[in-house]
Nanobody, 111 residues
Framework: QLQASGGGLVQAGGSLRLSCAAS????????MGWYRQAPGEQRELVAT???????AYRDSVKGRFTISRDNAKKTVYLEMNSLKPEDTAVYYC???????WGQGTLVTVSS
């Protein structure tokens, strides 16, 4: 089970930090990801992180977003800086190994 939190309303240029807490799974070796889905759009991959800490990002967030994890706390984070209105979406965390999804947390960036 995954529990996402940290979304909210922020002005363009602002920052937010999303958290996703896992329970009942072998977390440390799983590849974790953050996805987002804007209204009327398909869900898209934002960033991934392996158990060893290797990361990957979609081009539009490189240099602005940082994914990280704390295996002891079974939590994955998404630090989002320099937010833009086009980052507005529901953000979901995903355990790629177990194909578990969190419930989503809404990020709204106002211009």
């Amino acid at each position: 089970q995954l529990q996402a939190s940290g979304g909210g309303l922020v002005q363009a240029g602002g920052s937010l930090r999303l958290s996703c807490a896992a329970s009942g799974s072998i977390f440390s070796i799983n590849v974790m990801g953050w996805y987002r889905q804007a209204p009327g759009e398909q869900r898209e991959l934002v960033a991934t992180i392996t158990g060893g800490g290797s990361t990957a990002y979609r081009d539009s967030v490189k240099g602005r977003f940082t994914i990280s994890r704390d295996n002891a706390k079974k939590t994955v984070y998404l630090e989002m800086n320099s937010l833009k209105p086009e980052d507005t979406a529901v953000y979901y965390c995903h355990d790629l190994n177990k194909d578990y999804w969190g419930q989503g947390t809404l990020v709204t960036v106002s211009s």
